[in-house]
């Protein structure tokens, strides 16, 4: 997939979006720093990475995220996003439009797809006829699909449904999956300013436990991009 570079952002972060790209092929997620930026700039920005679709219904393109002690999650466990939908976003984009008085919270980053490779030819093929029913979370849209965990589009990969609280971990080929996930498991860590960009078709991620101190608070802008 080749970057669409809007002319007001090119001169600035072309350089960023292509590497960028390079890092997704390899390692499923690339982060940088662009400083301070507002939520147009932000929207322009996503917009090289492919065309930005709202997160539900009524949605604007880009979604506010606050996290404290008080509200968001403490921790979040692996998931790809919107594993719901029909077909889930390709990557997800989060910018850290703020940040203070809190600790660790960092992204924690899995290697779907090359766990998935390091599996058996036979528990591949369980995984590709597993089909689960895949609900939205009690707080969004309700909106649920029957569905495979693992997509295919022309008859290769495509992407994968990952939610823990979906799977029968009594299996023992899903749970083969998951410890080879576990084994690929990166903590990544990102400051004020700084774009990271999953992969949400071919690498799960969650978020570690979160000290909180007074007034502790994070502020994300989120896009998703099909």
């Given at each position: 997939?080749?970057?669409?570079?809007?002319?007001?952002?090119?001169?600035?972060?072309?350089?960023?979006?292509?590497?960028?790209?390079?890092?997704?092929?390899?390692?499923?997620?690339?982060?940088?720093?662009?400083?301070?930026?507002?939520?147009?700039?932000?929207?322009?920005?996503?917009?090289?990475?492919?065309?930005?679709?709202?997160?539900?219904?009524?949605?604007?393109?880009?979604?506010?995220?606050?996290?404290?002690y008080e509200m968001g999650?403490?921790?979040?466990?692996?998931?790809?996003?919107?594993?719901?939908?029909?077909?889930?976003?390709?990557?997800?984009i989060l910018y850290v439009?703020?940040?203070?008085?809190?600790?660790?919270?960092?992204?924690?980053?899995g290697n779907l797809i090359?766990?998935?490779?390091?599996?058996?030819?036979?528990?591949?093929?369980?995984?590709?006829?597993?089909?689960?029913?895949?609900?939205?979370?009690?707080?969004?849209?309700?909106?649920?699909?029957?569905?495979?965990?693992?997509?295919?589009?022309?008859?290769?990969?495509?992407?994968?449904?990952?939610?823990?609280?979906?799977?029968?971990?009594?299996?023992?080929?899903?749970?083969?999956?998951?410890?080879?996930?576990?084994?690929?498991?990166?903590?990544?860590?990102?400051?004020?300013?700084?774009?990271?960009?999953?992969?949400?078709?071919?690498?799960?991620?969650?978020?570690?436990?979160?000290?909180?101190?007074?007034?502790?608070?994070?502020?994300?802008?989120?896009?998703?991009?099909?």
């Amino acid at each position: 997939m080749q970057p669409i570079l809007y002319k007001k952002l090119n001169d600035k972060f072309s350089t960023q979006v292509k590497k960028a790209f390079e890092e997704l092929d390899y390692q499923g997620y690339s982060i940088f720093n662009v400083g301070e930026i507002n939520k147009d700039d932000f929207l322009k920005l996503s917009y090289s990475f492919g065309e930005v679709i709202p997160s539900g219904r009524n949605c604007e393109l880009v979604d506010d995220i606050y996290t404290t002690y008080e509200m968001g999650n403490k921790t979040l466990p692996m998931h790809t996003d919107k594993s719901y939908w029909r077909i889930p976003p390709r990557f997800e984009i989060l910018y850290v439009n703020g940040v203070e008085n809190m600790e660790k919270g960092e992204i924690t980053v899995g290697n779907l797809i090359g766990a998935f490779h390091n599996l058996s030819e036979e528990d591949q093929q369980t995984l590709l006829s597993y089909v689960s029913v895949y609900s939205a979370p009690f707080n969004r849209d309700q909106g649920s699909t029957q569905t495979h965990l693992v997509g295919v589009l022309d008859n290769e990969i495509a992407f994968f449904r990952y939610r823990l609280d979906i799977f029968d971990s009594s299996l023992p080929e899903i749970k083969r999956w998951i410890d080879n996930i576990n084994d690929t498991i990166k903590y990544v860590s990102y400051k004020k300013g700084d774009i990271l960009i999953l992969d949400n078709w071919r690498h799960c991620a969650g978020r570690n436990d979160t000290v909180w101190h007074d007034g502790g608070y994070r502020h994300l802008y989120r896009s998703l991009i099909i």
